[in-house]
């Protein structure tokens, strides 16, 4: 694959960007995550053609109607910041990004939770920043969190595994984009959607069923358009029990009846979460090889992200 291009706040990589003219460093982002994927760095502010440092801003209005003020001077940023905005995101289109992680509560790159001011300085509402509310809107599929979210372990997680799936599909796109490159890329993340929502892998399967019968490039939208809502529903115990029962399936009458009463019993430990993902899909991962199973070593389930990520290791 090429380079996993990702967007994200300047001040979490430790430019110090932000209006106080400090940083927000994020070690995991910059030192860990950072040496899988290629940072695309945006400081609003600072490219719209703030100075730094520079007055604190604030968002005043109703959800529908609101203007970036600064915070003491009362100075409207608000048709700066949105010019600039669509021309940033018409130059972010030509980068594929795969993803985008967003300063939390900032007034302009916030996903939810930048605070919303009445005319008379109380704040009263949350949501978008300026620019991170123009930016889920231009690209609605496309995985973005904020950092404070990333520290929670699940959500980490499926983000992490949602930009590798967006970026295997670029690759895919790129390479072939082919019905029958279709079907391969299907069967190969099977198991990986089920973890996900089996009801959306029910619909994806008719989507690939009937694609004879339709548009290719309607279809290759159609698809990315569910796989990514598939892929942004948590991948809980409870479904990940289900994927690895099936997964032991395939090889269940190759393996001794001691090895088999092992792997179910670490699957059980796993669904009382005594242990982390890991260990169950670490053994899976063995028995493939082992038995050199052709149908799980394709299953990205298996493999979804750089295990240095370590991401299936919290129980």
Not at 230 to 255: P, Q
Request: charged content about 25%.
């Amino acid at each position: 694959m090429k380079p996993i291009k990702v967007g994200i706040s300047s001040c979490l990589l430790g430019e110090s960007v932000r209006y106080d003219g400090s940083h927000q460093l994020n070690r995991f982002l910059k030192d860990i995550l950072g040496r899988y994927v290629e940072w695309v760095p945006v400081c609003p502010e600072v490219e719209c053609g703030l100075p730094t440092p520079r007055e604190a801003m604030r968002l005043v209005g109703t959800p529908e109607n609101y203007r970036l003020l600064t915070q003491k001077t009362k100075i409207d940023h608000t048709e700066r910041m949105m010019t600039w905005s669509h021309s940033k995101l018409d130059l972010l289109e030509t980068e594929e990004l795969c993803g985008f992680v967003f300063k939390k509560r900032s007034p302009s790159s916030a996903l939810r939770d930048a605070k919303l001011y009445s005319e008379k300085g109380i704040p009263y509402s949350k949501g978008p920043g300026m620019f991170g509310g123009e930016f889920i809107r231009r690209f609605p599929l496309i995985p973005v969190e904020d950092d404070g979210r990333l520290n929670d372990d699940g959500i980490r997680e499926n983000f992490i595994e949602r930009l590798f799936a967006v970026a295997r599909w670029k690759a895919f796109l790129a390479s072939d984009g082919s019905l029958q490159g279709l079907i391969h890329f299907h069967m190969t993340h099977k198991l990986l959607l089920m973890a996900h929502s089996p009801s959306h892998l029910r619909k994806l399967g008719k989507l690939v069923g009937n694609a004879i019968k339709q548009d290719t490039a309607m279809l290759l939208n159609d698809y990315f358009a569910v796989m990514m809502e598939a892929m942004g529903l948590k991948a809980t115990v409870k479904k990940n029990v289900n994927v690895l029962h099936h997964a032991m399936g395939y090889f269940k009458k190759k393996i001794s009846a001691d090895a088999k009463n092992e792997l179910l019993e670490v699957i059980e430990d796993y669904h009382r979460e005594l242990v982390p993902l890991i260990v169950p899909v670490t053994l899976i991962n063995h028995y493939t090889r082992l038995y050199n199973e052709a149908y799980l070593q394709d299953q990205v389930y298996l493999n979804p992200h750089p295990v240095e990520l370590k991401l299936r290791n919290h129980a």
